[in-house]
């Protein structure tokens, strides 16, 4: 079992930074991808970014490529999303998931846990 907590979201104006944080329990972090998704209201949950286990593969959504970076600490069990430029569209409900697998996957189906969220508000 794994617990993921969220934490870092808040109010930023448009063109504003913000970084987002997730910590994970347990002593097997580093077998595990990790994803972040979001949801905005009146959307369905879509993928953010994703990371490998070892943190060496990354992956990006179209729409954040460029601005976001995902990264992370295995030495402490730490998954971070580094957002920059950011523009209202991405407001939304932020999550992190973990996957059973050190290669990471785009879709919900593909994570085992999920994190409660953080919201992004954005203003223009």
């Known amino acids: 079992q794994v617990q993921l907590v969220e934490s870092g979201g808040g109010l930023v104006q448009a063109g504003g930074s913000l970084r987002l944080s997730c910590a994970a329990s347990?002593?097997?972090?580093?077998?595990?991808?990790m994803g972040w998704f979001r949801q905005a209201p009146g959307k369905e949950r879509e993928f953010v970014a994703a990371i490998s286990g070892g943190g060496g593969s990354t992956y990006y959504a179209d729409s954040v490529k460029g601005r976001f970076t995902i990264s992370r600490d295995n030495a402490k069990n730490t998954v971070f999303l580094q957002m920059n430029s950011l523009k209202s569209e991405d407001t939304a409900v932020y999550y992190c998931?973990?996957?059973?697998?050190?290669?990471?996957?785009?879709?919900?189906?593909?994570?085992?846990?999920w994190g409660q969220g953080t919201q992004v508000t954005v203003s223009s």
């Open positions: 998931a973990a996957e059973r697998d050190s290669w990471p996957g785009r879709a919900e189906y593909n994570y085992d846990y």
């Open positions: 347990g002593r097997t972090f580093r077998l595990y991808a």
